[in-house]
């Protein structure tokens, strides 16, 4: 992922970052919402990024995961 991206991220506070996770559960259950969830799946680039560029990202990115994890 880009740094820009890295960055948006890292500087994220906990209250925004669980705001955009809940919009983006939101999203996942209207029909482009669902369409997005299933490309991803099957390994389709989505925004430039595949599911392999986010795994990686996350794994990289360990303070990023458990705050999501916390989230969800």
């Known amino acids: 992922m880009s740094n820009s991206l890295n960055d948006f991220f890292k500087n994220m506070d906990g209250?925004?970052?669980?705001?955009a996770v809940n919009a983006a559960q939101q999203y996942a259950k209207t029909e482009e919402g669902k369409k997005v969830v299933e490309s991803i799946k099957r390994g389709d680039k989505v925004g430039g990024k595949d599911k392999n560029d986010i795994i990686s990202?996350?794994?990289?990115?360990?303070?990023?995961?458990?705050?999501?994890n916390d989230i969800l």
């Open 15 to 19: 209250k925004t970052l669980a705001e």
């Open 57 to 68: 990202f996350l794994k990289n990115n360990p303070d990023l995961a458990n705050k999501l």
